[in-house]
Nanobody, 119 residues
Framework: QVQLVESGGGLVQPGGSLRLSCTAS?????????VGWYRQAPGRERELVAS????????TYADSVKGRFTISGRDAENKVHLQMNSLKPEDTAVYYC???????????WGQGTQVTVSS
């Protein structure tokens, strides 16, 4: 059974940093695995924040986080991280980790971790 567990969320002041981590069990990450982070703020749709896909490990970022967030991982430890710097109040949301083990598999999701940016 595939499980994803996020950690690292919390309350931070504007301009601060947080590092989210996602640990997967029941699956082995490979170059075929797509991993990433979505977020959902109250009253808004879930949106892609960042992802790693493809054999070359190509990264994709939402325009709103480019230059501030960095995704890393998809490694032998079955982890994926999201380093978030220069946080803004509009980054406040529940952040979800996801993984698609290979192109023919379904997506798996974590339970989410709350990130609140407020003074």
């Amino acid at each position: 059974q595939v499980q994803l567990v996020e950690s690292g969320g919390g309350l931070v002041q504007p301009g601060g940093s947080l590092r989210l981590s996602c640990t997967a069990s029941g699956v082995t990450f490979s170059i075929l695995t797509a991993v990433g982070w979505y977020r959902q703020a109250p009253g808004r749709e879930r949106e892609l924040v960042a992802s790693i896909t493809g054999a070359a490990g190509s990264t994709t970022y939402a325009d709103s986080v480019k230059g501030r967030f960095t995704i890393s991982g998809r490694d032998a430890e079955n982890k994926v991280h999201l380093q978030m710097n220069s946080l803004k109040p509009e980054d406040t949301a529940v952040y979800y980790c996801y993984a698609r083990p290979n192109p023919w598999a379904r997506d798996y999701w974590g339970q989410g971790t709350q990130v609140t940016v407020s003074s």
